[in-house]
T-cell receptor
Framework: GAGVSQSPSNKVTEKGKDVELRCDPI?????LYWYRQSLGQGLEFLIY????????KSGLPSDRFSAERTGGSVSTLTIQRTQQEDSAVYLC????????????????FGSGTRLTVV | SQQGEEDPQALSIQEGENATMNCSYK?????LQWYRQNSGRGLVHLIL?????REKHSGRLRVTLDTSKKSSSLLITASRAADTASYFC???????????FGKGTTLSVSS
């Protein structure tokens, strides 16, 4: 697609329920990233996918959080047994080439999913 | 863990003035990037400067990088009301796999 697409744009859920957030990156972008942003804060890195390599999950805050990327394209971030502190905007980004090299590219971000846990 | 720190946290200026935002980081980097965010949603990539570059321009934007001081600055010249947004610098995480963002500078440009 023309940009990074995230769905839903807004999600309100009850504490204890599971949620799935979807990200559809730009076609051909090999790298995909998930971040979350709490109100008035910077972005917190969650997870990184690069091609068929094992994902870098070092930023996931707890084992309630998991993510997968199917076929090197669409990614789903799942939060189990949601808590109120999970309320945030979840942002997905993709880049043409992997980060960490001198040739690294800028990220293209989606518009995010605003998650509210009540 | 946080890598980049922007300064100031907030900046208010008049249209036509220049805005300067600074970023300091802790460990060596491959490159440093600046992003803009409107209304708490998706970020837009503004400019990327590599560790072997010292200055880069893009339109009204000028970015400098001083690796000896581990700092960067973003200058927006002749600011406009439409430049009102939050600006973030981003650098490598320790694994070199992803960007780490600071908390940002909130710029307000009044007409």
């Amino acid at each position: 697609g023309a940009g990074v697409s995230q769905s839903p744009s807004n999600k309100v859920t009850e504490k204890g329920k599971d949620v799935e957030l979807r990200c559809d990156p730009i076609s051909g972008h090999t790298a995909l990233y998930w971040y979350r942003q709490s109100l008035g804060q910077g972005l917190e890195f969650l997870i990184y996918f690069q091609g068929n390599s094992a994902p870098d999950k070092s930023g996931l805050p707890s084992d309630r959080f998991s993510a997968e990327r199917t076929g090197g394209s669409v990614s789903t971030l799942t939060i189990q047994r949601t808590q109120q502190e999970d309320s945030a905007v979840y942002l997905c980004a993709s880049s043409l080439r992997p980060y960490g090299t001198m040739a690294g590219d800028g990220y293209t971000f989606g518009s995010g999913t605003r998650l509210t846990v009540v | 863990s946080q890598q980049g720190e922007e300064d100031p946290q907030a900046l208010s200026i008049q249209e036509g003035e220049n805005a300067t935002m600074n970023c300091s980081y802790k460990t060596s980097i491959n490159n440093l990037q600046w992003y803009r965010q409107n209304s708490g949603r998706g970020l837009v990539h503004l400019i990327l400067i590599r560790s072997n570059e010292r200055e880069k321009h893009s339109g009204r934007l000028r970015v400098t990088l001083d690796t000896s001081k581990k700092s960067s600055s973003l200058l927006i010249t002749a600011s406009r009301a439409a430049d009102t947004a939050s600006y973030f610098c981003a650098t490598d995480n320790q694994a070199g796999t992803a960007l780490i963002f600071g908390k940002g500078t909130t710029l307000s440009v009044s007409s």
